[in-house]
Structure formats: structure tokens, C-alpha cells
């Protein structure tokens, strides 16, 4: 097929190196021409592990091309995958949806044929209706430009896995053309037997931000046994464990830590709050905004444990690995580990950052912290180091080679993903967020 993909950041770059390593034609939009030459030359300015790579290989066989047109992709491309960015407002948690409509007058008026337009971005209810609106008044094709509305379910850090290898592909139409079309486009997945949902465009909408709502739901409950095993005296983690194994449960999103992050999240689900509360739905409101004050909640705690290890934290020296708001990714947005690293530097401890992918990033957007070149580095002279991001790095670090770098050997670890005992041995004294009280 030949497929234009309009918005070329994370989401839509790497599902347009996926659809091109598939066998499709594929051409990349973005009005960004410094991100469009950089994806000429297989290069992201995010880290995805395996991203480049397939960009390069794509490229080199023809099969793969970027470009600041849409007027190109449109000649080019039978079906349309709008990628843009939904961000939340400054100052509200309502999406700002002004790069879906800027994207879509620019492509509409180029419309003269019949062709397909798949939205991708993850909205509010009723955006789907409102876009197709939109393009039957824009495009000269009229109504033979039909939309469907496709949510993505992509991890940051698997984004490609999550692109060739779904766990569900859903679609929201009442067109057959559309379901044709979409079905061609995954004809790979759903040969291997990938569920493929028909819903309303309502619907479609619903599942990305309902998904998201229910794991930031499962992280914020998660978080909240946490503090519950602080103050009674138990591990967090062994409750994890056990509640696993119920299958109504699961394991997966049941890892405590400083509370989620990123640009999903966090976004989508203050988006979702604020759509609820416009139409009413008094239930979800209730549950979200308590889903949200745990997760903030969570951050609070970590601060105060510091200071609670450190008696004081004016004037500590405080050492973090981590600034990527999980490991896998160097995306900063709404990041535990340096919101904590802030809060900290602004109760006046000396905060040294390091993270093996994020530091460019972290730098930029919190000059005033300091950074260290290694993790080893990070602790030299602390009074305390804290775990805010699960990098593997962190944990095959040796805390017997390092115990003589700290003025005081002392671990604070957020997210209980270094070997409590193996610290202790190395003569460390160890604190781990959701296990038992903090008694200094």
C-alpha cells in the first residue's frame, strides 16, 4: 500500500519505519525540517532502541521516505495516518488539539481522490466526528474521504515491538472501505491471529484513555500499598508478588515506585478527567482525581524520606541516578526522578544527577541541578543517594566498589530494584520505598 503518516515525532516516526518494514510504501509528513532531515539520515532525536535501525534499512530499500509536503502525500498515499501530538494546555489539563487541526487543513485541501484517513493521536470524545466534519469540508473529494479512528498502544522504550507484534489492533468506523483498508495495512498481524476490534468512533476514542486511565489506576493502587506496608511494617514487594498470581490481577503495572510519568499517562489521564467532568460523569471524575493525588502524593513521600535519612536536607549532598521518567527512553516529560531532584535542590540540598540516556535533556530543562558523567561519579562526597529511574545499568553496579565515594554510604532506593541485601553487605545503609518504617 502506499501510506502517508502525518507527524513524525516518536509515535509517528516509528510506526512509519514499522509500515515500511512491513512491505508498505510508506512517506513521512512533518513540518519540522530539521526533524525531517534527521530522519533522512536514520537518525531520531529520542532514543527507541531498534528505531534507527529500521529507519536505515527502510530507507535503503526504497521503501521509506520523509518529507515537509503535504501536498506530496497526498499524491502520493491512498491512506492517511494522522500522528500529531495532543498535548495538555499550559494551564489546563484539557488536549490541546491545534496540531490535529493544523494537520488536517493542511492535508485536506490536497484531497482529490478518494483515499483513507486513520486518526492515531489519542483525543477526547467526539474529536473523531469532528475531523471527519472537517475533511469533507476541506478536501475537494468530499465525502469520498472517509475517516477511522485507531488507537495506539505503544510503550515508550518497545515502541517498535509494540508496532509489529500488538496486542490488539482496534478500529473505530462504520465504513467497510475503511475496515478494508486497515485490515490490508495489518495484514501481517492479523494473519498471526492479532484480535482486530470494530467499534463506533466513540468507542475507539474511549480505549486509549480508558487503557491508560486503568494502569495509572493500578500504579496509584500500587503506591498507596506501599505506604500502607511502610506504616504497618510489611514489603510492598512480596505483596506485589502475591497479588500477581491472580489472574483477575496480574502483574504487570504492580511496581511501586516515585508514581508514574512520561507524556502519556499523566496527560491522558488529566484529559480524560477534564471530558468526564464536561459530560458529566461525576464517577470517573471522582476516581481519576483520586488516581492523580496518590501519584503526586507519591513523589511527596520520596522527598520527605530524604530528609527524614538526612535529619536535614539544606545544605545534604544528595546523588540521583535517574532523570528519564522510566528506563528504556530518554523522555523527561513529567519525570519523577527530577521533579524529585528539584524539589530537593529547592529545600536546598546540592542534587547530582545521572542517567544513561537522558542527561542532554535533563540539562536543558533543569540547568540549575548538577550531573556527573557516570553513576559513580553522581555519589562522590553524597550524604545520600536516591533510585528514581530502573535502569538495568544501576544494577549491575557493584556497591561494595563505591561505598568509599559517599561521605555517608547511605541508599534511599525509590523504585526496589537494587538487591536491598547486597547493599547492606557492601555496608550500606539501605531504605527502600514500601518496605516497613523509616526509622533513622
Known amino acids: 500500500m502506499h501510506i502517508s503518516v502525518i507527524g513524525c515525532g516518536y509515535l509517528g516516526a516509528t510506526l512509519a519505519a514499522c509500515l515500511a518494514d512491513l512491505g508498505h510504501q510508506v512517506i513521512g509528513v512533518d513540518t519540522d525540517p530539521d526533524l525531517v532531515a534527521a530522519l533522512h539520515q ?9 528505531l534507527d535501525e529500521l529507519l536505515a534499512t527502510n530507507h535503503a530499500g526504497g521503501r521509506l521516505r520523509f518529507t ?12 492517511h495516518f494522522l500522528c500529531v501530538g495532543t498535548p495538555a494546555y499550559p494551564n489546563s489539563d484539557a488536549a490541546d488539539l491545534s496540531y490535529l487541526w493544523a ?7 490536497h484531497l482529490t481522490r478518494p483515499c483513507t484517513v486513520i486518526g492515531r493521536s489519542t483525543v477526547p470524545v467526539g474529536t473523531a466526528s469532528a475531523t471527519a466534519t472537517r475533511l469533507a469540508r476541506l478536501a475537494p473529494a468530499g465525502d469520498d474521504v472517509e475517516l477511522g479512528w485507531s488507537p495506539e498502544f505503544l510503550r515508550e522504550g518497545h515502541g517498535v515491538s509494540d508496532t509489529l507484534h500488538p496486542d490488539r489492533i482496534v478500529l473505530g468506523t462504520d465504513s467497510p472501505r475503511v475496515e478494508k483498508a486497515l485490515r490490508r495495512v495489518w495484514h501481517t498481524q492479523l494473519t498471526a491471529d492479532t484480535p482486530f476490534l470494530v467499534t463506533d468512533l466513540t468507542t475507539a476514542e474511549l480505549v486509549k484513555v480508558a487503557a491508560n486511565a486503568f494502569l495509572a489506576t493500578k500504579v496509584s493502587f500500587i503506591n498507596a500499598m ?6 504497618a511494617g510489611g514489603d510492598v514487594f512480596q505483596l506485589a508478588h502475591a497479588l500477581s498470581f491472580d489472574a483477575r490481577i496480574g502483574g504487570q503495572g504492580l511496581r511501586p515506585g516515585p508514581g508514574y510519568g512520561g507524556g502519556c499517562l499523566p496527560k491522558d489521564v488529566g484529559a480524560f478527567t477534564t471530558t468526564a467532568r464536561e459530560t458529566g460523569a461525576d464517577l470517573v471524575v471522582g476516581l481519576l482525581e483520586r488516581v492523580q493525588h496518590v501519584n503526586a502524593r507519591r513523589r511527596t513521600e520520596v522527598v520527605d524520606a530524604a530528609g527524614r535519612i538526612c535529619d536535614v536536607v539544606g545544605g ?7 532523570a528519564a521518567f522510566k528506563a528504556g527512553t530518554d523522555d523527561i516529560r513529567d519525570s519523577p526522578a527530577l521533579d524529585i531532584a528539584e524539589r530537593l535542590r529547592a529545600r536546598g540540598a546540592r542534587v547530582t544527577v545521572f542517567d544513561p540516556r537522558a542527561l542532554d535533556r535533563a540539562r536543558k530543562a533543569y540547568p540549575e541541578l548538577g550531573y556527573a558523567d557516570s553513576a559513580e561519579d553522581a555519589v562522590i562526597d553524597a550524604d545520600l543517594l536516591v533510585h528514581l529511574t530502573d535502569w538495568p545499568e544501576f544494577t549491575r553496579i557493584d556497591p561494595e566498589t563505591i561505598a568509599h565515594r559517599p561521605r555517608s554510604p547511605r541508599l534511599l532506593d525509590a523504585r526496589g530494584g537494587l538487591d536491598r541485601q547486597r547493599w547492606k553487605h557492601a555496608g550500606w545503609q539501605v531504605h527502600t520505598i514500601g ?4 526509622e533513622v
Open 42 to 50: 536514520a537518525t531520531t532525536p529520542f532514543h527507541e532502541p531498534g
Open 435 to 438: 518496605i516497613g518504617e523509616f
Open 103 to 109: 494537520a488536517t487543513d493542511s492535508l485536506a485541501p
Open 316 to 322: 545534604a549532598r544528595i546523588a540521583v541516578w535517574g
Open 68 to 79: 515537509t509536503s503535504h501536498a506530496h502525500a497526498a499524491v502520493f498515499a491512498d491512506l
Open 226 to 231: 506501599a505506604q500502607m506496608c511502610e506504616c
